[in-house]
């Protein structure tokens, strides 16, 4: 059963609107969580991540909401570019195993 | 550029040869993982290693044999795979294997079973 789930494999947005991706989790003792993306034929790279006992975290064009009693967490693109086209993996970990676990990725294209 | 290299970038292997994946990084890490994609699915992690030690083998068939010769590279041995082991084969380092401690990801090896 997936602990980490990214219910959208695909989301197309204008450019130079809000894009929105959204993660959803089960997994109660999860207390840190980071946004990846990944460009074809390129490793995932590292976007932004939030920790547990925070709500927001923002880094430029992009922000990250956690809600914890939702089990849900967003991340927010604005104003969105093409160069943003790309999928988008959230993870999450915990602080007994170190792992990460993945979702299965939301693939965003920004239209110009 | 992450600083993390992976070689080869493709491989086709048939499920009688023997292969190596080779991932090499440059960032000082004590951490290193291998990591499976397959199509649709969310990435799965196979080892990891810290300070040179395995320290998590998530139940990964022993058709893979990891070796880590020292913090800077690390390898997957391949021995009579299945093609349903074709995937893409991510390998990444953390500075530590701690919390808060982001993975960086190298390019991948494409892997191709026939």
Known sequence: DQQVKQNSPSLSVQEGRISILNCDYTNSMFDYFLWYKKYPAEGPTFLISISSIKDKNEDGRFTVFLNKSAKHLSLHIVPSQPGDSAVYFCAASDAGTYKYIFGTGTRLKVLA | ?114
Do not use: I
């Open chain 2, 1 to 114: 550029e992450t600083g993390v290299t992976q070689t080869p970038r493709h491989l086709v292997m048939g499920m009688t040869n023997k292969k190596s994946l080779k991932c090499e990084q440059h960032l000082g890490h004590n951490a290193m993982y291998w990591y499976k994609q397959s199509a649709k699915k969310p990435l799965e992690l196979m080892f990891v290693y810290s300070l040179e030690e395995r320290v998590e083998n998530n139940s990964v068939p022993s058709r893979f044999s990891p070796e880590c010769p020292n913090s800077s590279h690390l390898f997957l041995h391949l021995h009579t795979l299945q093609p349903e082991d074709s995937a893409l084969y991510l390998c990444a380092s953390s500075r530590e294997r701690a919390l808060y401690n982001e993975q960086f990801f190298g390019p991948g090896t494409r892997l191709t079973v026939l």
